[in-house]
């Protein structure tokens, strides 16, 4: 499998995904067409949503079809598939209802890159139990793709404003662990990214990630090299 799990598509300059396009380039390779899965738009259409995402990927060559268009046709005809942020409640939903997952699953398996971002990187994981997302729908099921065994935290930050008497990025995670002692989870502060493929786990980004595991303390693990989850 080759897998790029981003943190977000929201660059620091200010620009979509432009932190990304040499990254979605060098996953992409020689390949030209991509489905797009774009239902974690909630207050935009998911023709809007395809559109803003191909005038990203049409520069670097790759011919963007909508899933929502096309369904499981615009999977079998792609060579990458691209799985877009927003809410990953609704994400997971719709690829539910829609017989989705078992295809985006086999795909991927079978050697189809898979790019995503925020939402979509936690649709990769085992469950989407450690997403930041309000669950504004019922999934029906918080089982996702399972392509990789451990969880992702999208958009970390332990950081707390001020007067905010709430629970920590860190205690939620904690909370998690509790109930599911057996899982891992990585969070992935904005900027990072995972690239997964046949030779392992490899943390790009600016930022170090942190990873935690039930009874464990959390630890920093450096970006720019291989991780060990």
């Known amino acids: 499998m080759e897998l790029l799990l981003l943190s977000n598509s ?16 060098a996953a992409a390779g020689s390949r030209r067409t ?3 899965v774009p239902f974690a738009g909630v207050t935009f259409s998911w023709d809007e949503y395809t559109a803003k995402v191909r005038a990203v990927v049409e520069p670097l060559g790759i011919e963007l079809t ?17 799985v877009g942020g927003g809410n990953t409640f609704q994400l997971l939903r719709e690829c539910r209802r829609r017989g989705l997952l078992a295809a985006l ?36 099921g918080f089982e996702a793709l399972g392509l990789v065994d451990f969880q992702i935290n999208p958009h970390y930050t332990n950081a707390l404003p001020p007067g905010h ?3 920590t990025r860190d205690q939620r995670l ?31 980004g600016p930022f ?10 959390a630890r920093d693990v450096p970006a720019g090299g291989p991780v060990r989850i």
């Open 174 to 204: 904690a909370e998690f662990l509790a109930a599911n002692p057996d899982a891992r989870v990585i969070g992935l502060p904005e900027g990072d990214w995972l690239r997964v493929d046949d030779a392992g786990i490899h943390l790009g």
């Open 34 to 36: 991509a489905c797009f």
């Open 165 to 167: 008497q709430g629970e």
């Open 66 to 82: 909508g899933a929502h268009a096309a369904g499981a046709d615009a999977l079998d005809a792609a060579e990458l598939i691209i």
């Open 105 to 140: 699953r086999a795909h991927v398996r079978g050697g189809k890159p898979y790019i995503g971002w925020s939402a979509g990187a936690n649709l990769a994981c085992p469950s989407i139990c450690t997403t930041n997302d309000m669950p504004i729908v019922d999934p029906e």
């Open 208 to 217: 170090a990630a942190r990873l935690f595991r039930h009874g464990e303390d």
């Open 10 to 25: 929201r660059s620091p300059d200010g620009g979509y995904l432009t932190h990304a396009s040499d990254l979605i380039r």
